[in-house]
């Protein structure tokens, strides 16, 4: 019912849409007076701002083209590799590769709402001098409900066998949300002495122990029963959707969250887009444009994936505390020997808080100090932690260092 009304709404508004449309189109005419005015102006504005906020977002693409090596440029081939129901594994590698051992990185996204581009800056970053592997999670709702469920052991299930299709030379990073999935799947080979341990695990943002320094997101998932989660968020696709039948957390729901854990940061963001087109700074406003467009892009999550991650990760947190299984067997980070870690945390996150991903080490008892690092990035938040200049200029290049080093251990 809630996915139903949800699509109602979004059918009830396209009529207030198209007319939102003509009304700019009429009002952005050269030839018509009330172009040139401020009214003119602040209406068109508006109206574009009414569009931008109810408008729902298609799957972006990744759009990497290209990548400048030592100040030239070089072409960026993208294939999926590996095709699952739920996940396909996408491959970036440059041009020049195949005459080059680059280093081979499973880039794992979060499957928490946002697709996979939203790590476009990250690769971008990492393919110049590695070969990057990235988990394109699938749209739950776009997957056939004979496909079977997805959970948290299909997840970390999923992860091994990614690795074991990179092999033993390769270097796996999470960012956010599957860090405490990625150490569990690393803990799982190295209990099995699998041959497919990577050489090294980085932990960006994650919430491996989230008792280590609360947020806003981890109160809240502790302050309701799972039962609660699962009544008051959870749907089923409707029936003109491939997966129909399938009970999922909404993307729509999801985006409700992000926004309304810091709406006013948003309403500004908005108010400044529409000073921008007021006063016709095009680019601002199309900078503005391009952040929502992917932010509010949002896909649906399996429903048991998610509600055994806000049981297990959130509220009983099972994985620092030593009690976490898979397949029934024991997950023990204690039996990491082989894999190098390093934690990237940032001053300002407020998703998952300084301390939250530090907590790795400490569960990491085996692996000598001496391939475990740690990095703090000053003055930023969640997001800065893998885009933007900070990215790209400090904490990208640690990675590719502490990588390059550890790569033939």
Same mark, same amino acid.
């Given at each position: #019912?809630?996915?139903?009304?949800?699509?109602?709404?979004?059918?009830a508004?396209? &009529?207030?849409?198209?007319?939102?449309?003509?009304?700019?189109?009429?009002l952005?005419? &050269?030839?018509?007076?009330?172009?040139?005015?401020?009214?003119?102006?602040?209406?068109?504005?508006?109206?574009?701002?009414?569009?931008? =906020? !109810?408008?729902?977002?298609?799957?972006?693409?990744?759009?990497?083209?290209?990548?400048t090596?030592?100040g030239?440029k070089r072409?960026?081939?993208?294939?999926?590799?590996?095709?699952?129901?739920?996940?396909? %594994?996408?491959?970036?590698?440059?041009?020049? =590769?195949?005459?080059?051992?680059?280093?081979?990185?499973?880039?794992?996204?979060?499957?928490s709402?946002?697709?996979?581009t939203?790590?476009?800056?990250?690769?971008?970053?990492?393919?110049?001098? *590695?070969?990057?592997?990235?988990?394109?999670?699938?749209?739950?709702?776009?997957v056939?409900?004979?496909?079977?469920?997805?959970?948290?052991?299909d997840?970390?299930?999923?992860?091994?066998?990614?690795?074991?299709?990179?092999?033993?030379?390769?270097h796996?990073?999470?960012?956010?949300?599957?860090?405490?999935?990625?150490?569990?799947?690393?803990?799982?080979?190295?209990?099995?002495?699998?041959? /497919?341990?990577?050489?090294?695990?980085?932990?960006?943002?994650?919430?491996?122990?989230?008792?280590?320094?609360?947020?806003?997101?981890?109160?809240?998932?502790?302050?309701?029963?799972?039962?609660?989660?699962?009544?008051? %968020? !959870?749907t089923?696709?409707? /029936?003109?959707?491939?997966?129909?039948?399938?009970?999922?957390?909404?993307?729509?729901m999801?985006?409700?969250?992000?926004i309304?854990?810091? $709406?006013?940061?948003?309403?500004?963001?908005?108010l400044? #887009?529409?000073? *921008?087109?007021?006063?016709?700074?095009?680019?601002? /406003?199309?900078? *503005?444009?391009?952040?929502?467009?992917?932010?509010?892009?949002? #896909?649906?999550?399996?429903?048991?994936y998610? %509600?055994?991650?806000?049981?297990?990760?959130?509220?009983?947190?099972?994985? &620092?505390?030593?009690?976490?299984?898979?397949?029934?067997q024991?997950v023990? $980070?204690?039996?990491?020997?082989?894999?190098?870690?390093?934690?990237?945390?940032?001053?300002?996150?407020d998703i998952?808080?300084?301390?939250?991903?530090?907590?790795?080490?400490?569960?990491?008892?085996?692996?000598?100090?001496?391939?475990?690092?740690?990095?703090?990035q000053?003055?930023?938040?969640h997001?800065?932690?893998?885009?933007?200049?900070?990215?790209?200029?400090?904490?990208? &290049?640690?990675?590719?260092?502490?990588?390059?080093? *550890?790569?033939?251990?």
């Open positions: #019912m809630l996915y139903r009304l949800y699509e109602f709404q979004q059918t508004l396209m &009529p207030w849409r198209l007319a939102g449309e003509m009304t700019r189109e009429l952005s005419n &050269p030839f018509f007076p009330a172009t040139y005015t401020h009214m003119g102006k602040s209406m068109v504005a508006g109206l574009e701002i009414f569009d931008d =906020a !109810v408008r729902q977002r298609p799957r972006p693409e990744w759009r990497i083209q290209s990548v090596v030592e030239q072409r960026v081939h993208r294939d999926s590799v590996v095709k699952r129901p739920f996940c396909h %594994l996408q491959r970036f590698r440059r041009e020049d =590769a195949d005459d080059k051992e680059l280093p081979k990185v499973l880039l794992v996204a979060p499957l709402g946002h697709y996979a939203l790590l476009r800056g990250t690769v971008q970053a990492l393919v110049a001098d *590695h070969e990057v592997y990235v988990t394109d999670w699938r749209d739950a709702r776009e056939p409900l004979d496909e079977g469920e997805f959970g948290f052991d997840y970390l299930e999923e992860l091994m066998g990614f690795m074991r299709h990179l092999g033993r030379d390769s796996v990073i999470a960012v956010c949300q599957p860090a405490p999935v990625v150490l569990a799947a690393v803990a799982v080979l190295a209990a099995q002495d699998d041959p /497919a341990q990577p050489r090294t695990m980085t932990l960006m943002g994650g919430p491996v122990d989230t008792r280590a320094e609360p947020t806003q997101v981890t109160r809240f998932a502790e302050s309701k029963p799972l039962s609660w989660f699962e009544r008051s %968020l !959870v089923e696709v409707p /029936a003109y959707y491939p997966g129909a039948g399938r009970m999922v957390y909404p993307g729509f999801q985006l409700s969250g992000f309304s854990m810091n $709406p006013s940061r948003h309403f500004d963001a908005h400044r #887009m529409f000073r *921008h087109l007021v006063r016709g700074d095009g680019d601002s /406003a199309a900078a *503005h444009r391009a952040f929502y467009d992917e932010y509010q892009a949002v #896909m649906d999550t399996p429903s048991k998610y %509600l055994e991650t806000v049981d297990r990760i959130f509220q009983r947190h099972l994985l &620092p505390k030593g009690e976490l299984l898979w397949r029934g024991r023990d $980070p204690g039996k990491i020997e082989k894999t190098a870690l390093l934690t990237v945390e940032g001053e300002l996150d998952s808080a300084p301390g939250q991903t530090l907590a790795a080490h400490d569960l990491c008892t085996s692996l000598p100090r001496n391939r475990q690092e740690t990095y703090m000053k003055d930023v938040g997001y800065g932690i893998f885009n933007g200049r900070r990215w790209r200029e400090q904490i990208k &290049p640690r990675i590719a260092d502490f990588i390059l080093r *550890h790569a033939s251990e």
